[in-house]
Structures are given as C-alpha cells and as structure tokens.
C-alpha cells in the first residue's frame, strides 16, 4: 500500500538533512520523492565519478528531483539551472539550502524496507530493498 506525504521546506533549511530526518523521525522503511518544486541557494553537488562536492553559488532552481529515502539513509539526484539558465545534476549532498521554498510529495511504499549494504562489485553502499509481510512477517516480491 502507498501513502502520500506532503510537506513544504522553509528557507534556510538544509533539503537532504530534512528528508533524512524525517525518515528517521518516523522510522520510514521506504520512501520515494514523487514530486519536488523550490529553489535552493547554494546547491551541493557530487558529479558521477567525482568524489569533491561542487558548490553551485547563488541561487538556483531545483528542476528534478528523484531518489529514495528510509531511516537507514537516501540517495538522490538533482538537476538545477541557475539565473543564466545553464543546467547541471548530480549526487545532491548536504549544504543544498532551500532559497524561498521547496514543495515536496513523497511516496511511501507500505511493506517495504530499504537499507544499505556495500557492494563488493561497485564498493559503494547499494539499496537492498525487501518487502515484509505486515502479519506473517514473510518476504513478498522480488
């Protein structure tokens, strides 16, 4: 079963910190951002094969927003266009600050139960993602 959770960020607020903790502070098995609206200023980025974050100053428009959360940890990606309009994405890493606002929808998939575990093939901490059974604890689809 899936709910939805809408919820708006305020500025000055911290956008993955936020989502972190409010997967820790329900206890969320498995989330996932369905829509997000906003803008942030500066955004924190992580190119792909990079491990130095980039720092996008000055304000910028969220234009994508995708990713899962859980109280084990999230992983997302955004896209962002600054005031020339020129675009870039990433890893979106802590220090995103939301400039004026951030309008989020979030799915939360009932049953579910995303955790981390590294990888021996990538080294990195993949999604294990399991589905239990709310009476019979039993494992579901694969």
């Known amino acids: ?6 919820e708006r960020l305020r500025p000055g607020d911290d956008l993955r910190r936020s989502l972190q903790q409010f997967a820790r502070g329900r ?3 498995a989330g996932f951002i369905l829509s997000a609206v906003g803008s942030l200023g500066p955004a924190m980025l992580r190119f792909a094969g ?3 974050p980039t720092v996008i100053d000055g304000d910028v428009e969220l234009l994508a927003l995708s990713g899962t959360i859980s109280r ?12 020339a309009g020129q675009v870039c994405g990433g890893h979106l890493l ?9 309008e989020l929808v979030l799915g939360i998939a009932g049953g579910w139960e995303i955790r ?3 990888d021996p093939l990538t080294g990195y901490a993949e999604m294990v993602a399991e589905y239990r059974d709310a009476l019979l604890g039993a494992r579901g689809p694969d």
Do not use: F
Not at 76 to 83: C, E, I, P
């Open 1 to 6: 079963m899936m709910t939805i959770h809408i």
């Open 27 to 29: 206890e969320l098995g």
């Open 50 to 52: 990079r491990d130095i």
């Open 72 to 83: 084990h940890g999230v992983h997302l990606h955004a896209s962002v266009a600054d005031a």
């Open 94 to 102: 802590e220090g995103s600050i939301v400039r004026t606002t951030m």
């Open 116 to 118: 981390r575990e590294t």
